[in-house]
T-cell receptor, first 113, second 110 residues
Framework: DAGVTQSPTHLIKTRGQQVTLRCSPK?????VSWYQQALGQGPQFIFQ???????QRGNFPDRFSGHQFPNYSSELNVNALLLGDSALYLC????????????FGPGTRLLVL | GQNIDQPTEMTATEGAIVQINCTYQ??????LFWYQQHAGEAPTFLSY????GLEEKGRFSSFLSRSKGYSYLLLKELQMKDSASYLC???????????FGAGTQVVVTP
């Protein structure tokens, strides 16, 4: 039973560039949430996708956007990268309305230079 | 406002017990989670409390008081591998969004 997978594991970009991160949920899960974790901080909720729609959104600018595909996998896109976007980006999958079932992927570490 | 507060760092000796406190003020409450996170890795689930009381799972126990907005994670018989950050998180609704505290770095010394 595959857990949550994310790609790539590491990424280096320069300011102003765009980046796409990918997540495949745990088998049987239909909901994907994305979090940003800066060094020394707890994860911050970016948004959640269910049935290919953004269902909830945290306090992040429109530069952060996402998508969910029919197979429940998801992408996080960040445009016009800033130095402050450097962080560990975590994907978590769960069953709809069963938040206690949430599992985290290994994360993608993004460095913006 | 919405706050989840936990101590920044705690140090304890191998074999000892450490209690990590977490207080929260959130717009809603649908459960409190504790996660363990080693440096550079993803958070791993430790416990989930939705009703008041103590949940015990091996060397780890978690307590919740909803009326006080308070939880603690108790780590017994500390091992060197328990050195990690421990994250307290609240789910304000049933949809699964989690609000995290900044984490408590536990350092276990020989």
């Amino acid at each position: 039973d595959a857990g949550v997978t994310q790609s790539p594991t590491h990424l280096i970009k320069t300011r102003g560039q765009q980046v796409t991160l990918r997540c495949s949920p745990k088998s049987g899960h239909d909901t994907v949430s994305w979090y940003q974790q800066a060094l020394g901080q707890g994860p911050q909720f970016i948004f959640q996708y269910y049935e290919e729609e953004e269902r909830q959104r945290g306090n992040f600018p429109d530069r952060f956007s996402g998508h969910q595909f029919p197979n429940y996998s998801s992408e996080l896109n960040v445009n016009a990268l800033l130095l402050g976007d450097s962080a560990l980006y975590l994907c978590a999958s769960s069953l709809v309305d069963r938040g206690e079932t949430q599992y985290f992927g290994p994360g993608t570490r993004l460095l913006v230079l | 406002g919405q706050n989840i507060d936990q101590p920044t760092e705690m140090t304890a000796t191998e074999g000892a017990i450490v209690q990590i406190n977490c207080t929260y003020q959130t717009s809603g409450f649908n459960g409190l989670f504790w996660y363990q996170q080693h440096a550079g890795e993803a958070p791993t689930f430790l416990s989930y409390n939705v009703l008041d009381g103590l949940e015990e799972k091996g060397r780890f126990s978690s307590f919740l008081s909803r009326s006080k907005g308070y939880s603690y994670l108790l780590l017994k018989e500390l091992q060197m591998k328990d050195s990690a950050s421990y994250l307290c998180a609240v789910s304000p609704d049933s949809w699964g969004k989690l609000q995290f505290g900044a984490g408590t770095q536990v350092v276990v010394t020989p």
